[in-house]
């Protein structure tokens, strides 16, 4: 499953946020997108889900534009997990993943035993076997991150798109996510194209990295080309030192200070 | 819940047909039938003409033998008693509906300018047109609904329906239609000023045969479509944006849903007047019994309000039978104390939140 665009060019209203973007997500892959506060990141992954309109340009799945797509059939083939959503009251874990089968039902045919199956897998996929009976209001935040998650897994696309999955979790429960994307991955094929905030963590998951800067592609490539202390200065108008990472060797970002610091300000005040 | 699948799965293999339904539904189906039926008994055989529930059945295999309790059960306590129970499921279902739509549980029929346009409708046509009839009275009631829940919806719309824009919208134009009423009220003549305040309370007092056949005939349409929607509700109740992204057609949903709700809350306050709590509170009690999910909810939530308004006008007939209080009042005195023991839990429980 290939997911690009073309000429996109993405508004809110009169406000441009994205202009004339091509853009091609490896297939198969992890892609995340960074970029500072208001880069337009969250915008292009609505796009791409066809949340967002788009004012010119076309977003593509596999050579077809989805806006020619029904709903059903670009649900079938492509999930979005949005930030932060908020669960409906009174729902468990596991009637909130049966939602996941929307894309997969009609009036007629509401719950097959395929969607039964799947809804199986995707609890089993997710570790929530021992909470699948539980109010979803009841879980931590990580757990429930894990039941979105498995909606996803439940409609079973083959591209999944996430924005900021991580976000109000812990530093452990971050990398649970994480982890269980990449098994994802990994172990189903499934194509994982998110937004991160934290950059080391981008560049540790991410197997390409697409860096947006206001409104436009910055760079694009495997995380170990893209960031680079240039990179951090004309992105995040940050002063940074750049290493490979001591465990598994991906770039580590060190930030520095703003433009122009030449030491961190804790050293700065101790010498 | 200890059992490992919350529902039953109904599938007819050959027809690649299946539905699924939550385990607790049938259990409380059945029990609020029984207990609507028990209701509806009490409600036929007590009162001023008292009779035993024999003498009940006797009369409905053979209208022609006792010709006074033929009448009382016939054209009185019969017609009253089903257009209280059908007025009640109406009031019931579109308020789970409604509260689906909104993800609010503080919404329902009367929040979303149903009651207020319609009683405006209708107490307009009482102060200009002394004497109406009440069919006339009905059909202008369920139009002023309509029209007003149209223009909320219109005004609510900025790029789309928001469900937070229909319910400010919606206590706006309450707000608007209430002075209105009033206002209509206070310079209209003392007869017809006292049709009007019983018809705002809501009343199933003197409605007979011709009322319950249109409302029956909006709820054969607008229930069955409301049910078979419990789907879109369900993907509608997790934000518009996962809605989209799991393939729903959001508007379209959102649209449908609006209007069955619509026409059941208006098709009940065009017979009955404006029964408060009834639409707000059966959702709630539904919800507590069966769970969130909407193919059984609704229904469940349609049979709570049965019970509720047929068990309330049986009280305001049988205790109250000398100043024929509107059952409506019974509903609010019985709505109101729940709804703020609601209010308290809901603020205890989102506190304990993590």
Known sequence: ?271 | MTSPHPWFALRLPGLRASWRLDRRVPRAVGLLILLGAIATVIHLTQGDYAMAPPALLETLMDPGGDRDRAFVLGVLRLPRALVAVAVGAALGASGAILQGITRNPLAGPGILGINGGASLAAIAAIAAWPGVGAAQLSLVAFGGGLVTALVIYLLSWQGGSSPTGLILMGIGITALANAVTSFAIAFSDIYAANQAMVWLVGSVYGRGWEQLGPLVGWMAIFGPLACLLGRELDVLALGDDLAQGLGSRVERGRGLLLLCAVALAAAAVATAGAIGFVGLMAPHLARRWVGASHGGLIPVAALVGACTVVGADAISRIWFAAVELPCGIVTAAIGAPYFLWLLRCQGSQSGDRP
Not at chain 1, 172 to 191: C, M, P, V, Y
Not at chain 1, 255 to 270: E, F, H, M, N, Y
Request: aromatic share 6%; glycine share 8%; with cysteine.
């Open chain 1, 1 to 271: 499953m290939t997911l690009s665009t073309q000429n996109l060019t993405l508004t809110y209203g009169d406000r441009a946020i994205l202009q004339n973007i091509d853009l091609a997500f490896p297939p198969g892959k992890i892609s995340v997108l960074v970029g500072p506060n208001g880069c337009g990141k969250s915008t292009l992954l609505r796009a791409l889900a066809r949340l967002l309109k788009p004012k010119a340009g076309v977003v593509y799945l596999d050579g077809q534009a989805i806006a020619k797509l029904s709903p059903q059939e670009l649900a079938r083939r492509q999930g979005i997990l949005p930030q932060s959503p908020t669960a409906p009251e009174g729902l468990t874990v596991r009637d909130l993943v049966a939602q996941g089968r929307y894309p997969h039902q009609t009036w007629w045919r509401q719950w097959s035993a395929e969607d039964e199956h799947w809804v199986e897998t995707a609890i089993a996929l997710t570790h929530l076997e021992s909470l699948a009976h539980r109010d979803v209001a009841t879980l931590s935040g990580g757990q429930r991150q894990r039941a979105w998650i498995a909606i996803l897994l439940a409609q079973n696309p083959s591209t999944l798109l996430l924005d900021e999955p991580t976000t109000y979790l812990d530093l452990a429960h971050q990398l649970e996510i994480l982890d269980l994307l990449r098994d994802l991955n990994r172990r189903l094929g499934k194509t994982i194209i998110m937004v991160l905030h934290d950059l080391n963590q981008a560049c540790r998951y991410g197997d390409w990295m697409t860096v947006l800067r206001s409104g436009q592609i910055y760079a694009s490539g495997p995380p170990q080309t893209t960031v680079t202390e240039t990179m951090m200065r004309d992105v995040f108008a940050l002063e940074s030192h750049i290493m490979a990472d001591p465990v598994l060797g991906m770039p580590l970002c060190i930030p520095i200070g703003p433009l122009g610091t030449t030491a961190p300000a804790v050293g700065r005040t101790r010498g």
